[in-house]
């Protein structure tokens, strides 16, 4: 089979930087956008796909402006679900239930949140519904470590390992087929 590239690029720097911001609707600063524009300028994309909130939207809808593309809109490309600790710096939250999260958020989840296996489990589904084509994600940071799980067999842990800041574009190549499997080609920041 003909493998295809994904590229994951979580969104731009939001409004409210700094704080546990998973499924608040917080848009991305105009700076934050011109990021992401930059990071998508010269990919052989076919597709675009976009989390249904504004801080990855607005990317999207960007980029595809520059492309005369359609941008497909998928809620399961959302962040993961922080509950009762959305809109929270790390600060005003309890750093030994924080840390017991860090350390295991599929056991330690946010009161009201979302498990990591959740996250995994939505992302696996969004992307095993992505056409065969050469496709731009604009998502999360979240949705992109479960991402790396999904495809590369990366545990929460080690999804952990590198930096994935706003703007950073992670790149991959898949062969379509049960399971899929992937080879990660590029990853900027």
């Given at each position: ?78 962040e993961l679900n922080f509950g009762d600790w959305d809109g929270l710096s790390s600060q005003d939250i ?20 979302e498990r990591w296996s959740a996250l995994v489990d939505r992302v696996a589904a969004a992307l095993a ?61």
């Amino acid at each position: 089979m003909t493998p295809v590239i994904l590229h994951l690029l979580r969104h731009g720097a939001p409004e409210t930087a700094g704080r546990m911001i998973g499924h608040s609707d917080i848009p991305s600063t105009a700076a934050g956008i011109e990021s992401c524009r930059a990071q998508a300028l010269n990919l052989d994309i076919d597709h675009i796909v976009s989390s249904d909130l504004r801080r990855a939207q607005h990317a999207a809808t960007a980029i595809a402006g520059d492309r005369a593309l359609p941008v497909a809109v998928d809620p399961r490309w959302r962040e993961l679900n922080f509950g009762d600790w959305d809109g929270l710096s790390s600060q005003d939250i309890d750093a030994a239930t924080l840390g017991a999260f860090w350390d295991d958020p599929d056991e330690n989840p946010p009161p009201r949140g979302e498990r990591w296996s959740a996250l995994v489990d939505r992302v696996a589904a969004a992307l095993a519904d992505l056409a065969p084509k050469n496709t731009l994600v604009v998502t999360h940071g979240g949705a992109m470590r479960a991402a790396l799980g999904v495809l590369c067999g990366f545990d929460q842990r080690r999804s952990w390992a590198f930096a994935l800041p706003y703007s950073a574009r992670l790149s991959f190549q898949i062969w379509p087929g049960s399971p899929q499997t992937a080879q990660i080609v590029a990853l900027h920041s």
